[in-house]
């Protein structure tokens, strides 16, 4: 073949390849351009790089007509790209607040503040919020409780007080869902509402009172975090107390029709006004209340809804499934999890929930909620995809501490932490982490690594190290005296935890 430079502009033949302005030309070869192009975008020079990048590459080396176009639809329909690569896109579903209530304590909403240090008995506090007045109860908890103790917390708190709610909001914890929980309160005929999976926001505004709870606790005992206990009911009077844009005014006052009397403070003569312009008043305050909410709500969804945007899937569409890597909260940073993938799939939508919540046809195998909030949906490029029939391992978020392999004393500022080399259950010992001991002991009392002390003791633990494996830290012996923190600031539990790392050590 003969082609004369002057015939075509740009094109040429140097050493038997067609080349046009000096890149190779490939013409309409289907097949031979998707392969240019797999080579460019699949290896790891590609790199799996995003559209302008990958048509950069191709664009040095080849040309044909439609390059552009062809590279666009091979990359958006690549299967890692979409797995593996974050949704950059607004935050998809607008925003749907919770409906207003029509009265005080009609609807509550319940979740944990975890990992507190154990004070008073407690090392776990169960918020209860009232939808309409924003009232709050801070009750202490001890682990390990069962569905039972916070049923039965519940009733003898917030039932005799302010009567059976009709609705509960929660989020997914094992205790909402337990069967025990739902039967209970089916008997009372009171409705559940759970969040869906892995959208904690469905709930939140109890996830915002724990923040403000945390806060408050912070300011008061930071230097001595083992008296929180002793700061919870002043906690929850000043929460309260306090006025709630929401609102309009404090929950204490939309509950009890007045104004606290604080400490110190002098109401002065006030004449006491008829039965009559009392209930009047308490009407009128409670439909302020209600328009005060309605208008929140209405500014709080404008304002959420201008980082959002609108995504809507059909039944039968396919659609990947970001999951959020929920292990032990402080092995988060594992690297496994870095480098996984952030969307699982593909998955078939089988119903529409609500505005913004889809059930997919999960495998039978999996046990986890198959309700999913849009935000968490990302449609799946392309028709050649084969569904998927597993999904990640959710062992890692029920694994346990299930042998202590090592110990060793690291300084956190100015005070000595004892850290154990925890083999989690159901994980290979690949996948041992170095966790703090008192962190880990408060947050797994009952775990196999601590043997039968915590059921003995009431959940002052210790593990036991395993017999096997040396003490000292990268193989080197470790002295014979351990430096061992002031009980005055620490606490005995902490101590005698130490003290017994030790002697099982030495074993």
């Known amino acids: 073949m003969v082609v004369r430079a002057d015939s075509v502009p740009h094109f040429t033949w140097q050493s038997g390849l067609l080349r046009y302005k000096k890149r190779i030309w490939v013409g309409n070869n289907t097949l031979l351009q998707l392969k240019i192009i797999a080579a460019l975008h699949d290896s790891a020079v590609g790199g799996h790089s995003r559209i302008p990048v990958t048509y950069s590459r191709v664009k040095q080396l080849f040309a044909w007509t439609g390059l552009k176009s062809a590279v666009e639809a091979y990359v958006k329909k690549c299967l890692v790209c979409q797995q593996a690569k974050p949704d950059r896109a607004k935050l998809p579903g607008l925003l749907q607040p919770l409906p207003v209530p029509a009265t005080a304590w009609q609807v509550v909403s319940l979740d944990f503040v975890e990992a507190v240090p154990l004070s008073g008995g407690f090392n776990c506090i169960l918020v209860v919020v009232d939808l309409f007045s924003k009232y709050a109860h801070f009750l202490g908890l001890k682990h390990p409780f069962t569905t039972a103790m916070v049923a039965q917390k519940f009733l003898s708190d917030v039932y005799k007080l302010h009567r059976l709610p009709v609705a509960l909001v929660s989020d997914r914890d094992k205790i909402f869902t337990s069967k025990l929980w739902k039967e209970l309160f089916r008997l009372a005929d009171a409705q559940l509402r759970h969040s869906s999976a892995y959208h904690p926001q469905s709930d939140g505004q109890t996830e915002r009172v724990n923040q403000c709870l945390e806060t408050f606790l912070r300011c008061f005992v930071h230097s001595c975090p083992g008296k929180w206990s002793k700061w919870l009911a002043v906690a929850e009077y000043w929460y309260n107390t306090s006025d709630h844009s929401a609102i309009g005014r404090s929950p204490f006052e939309v509950v009890y029709g007045q104004k606290p009397r604080h400490f110190g403070i002098s109401d002065g003569d006030v004449a006491v006004p008829e039965l009559s312009g009392w209930l009047q008043e308490r009407k009128l305050m409670t439909e302020l209340v209600r328009q005060h909410l309605l208008l929140s709500k209405q500014r709080m969804k404008k304002q959420a809804d201008q980082k959002r945007s609108e995504r809507q899937f059909q039944v039968g569409d396919m659609v990947f499934v970001k999951l959020q890597p929920y292990v032990q909260l402080s092995v988060a940073s594992r690297s496994c999890n870095k480098l996984a993938f952030k969307f699982f799939g593909p998955f078939r939508i089988l119903a529409r929930i609500g505005s913004v919540a889809y059930r997919l046809e999960l495998p039978t195998s999996s046990s986890m909620h198959p309700v ?6 990302k449609m799946v490029v392309g028709t050649d995809h084969v569904v998927s029939a597993s999904l990640p391992d959710e062992r890692a978020q029920w694994s346990v501490p299930e042998r202590i392999h090592q110990k060793r004393l690291t300084q956190k500022g100015l005070r000595p932490v004892t850290q154990v080399l925890v083999k989690w259950s159901m994980l290979p010992a690949s996948l041992a982490t170095w966790e703090d001991l008192e962190y880990v002991s408060h947050q797994f009392p009952n775990a196999p690594a601590w043997g039968q002390l915590a ?33 005055k600031v620490h606490g005995p539990e902490w101590v005698q935890a130490l003290a017994r790392v030790d002697e099982a050590a030495a074993m």
């Open 372 to 377: 999913f909030h849009v935000s968490q949906l």
């Open 455 to 487: 059921s003995q003791e009431g959940g002052n633990v210790s593990p036991v190290a395993s017999p096997s494996v040396p003490t000292s830290l990268n193989g080197r012996r470790q002295g014979a005296r351990v430096r061992k923190p002031n009980s």
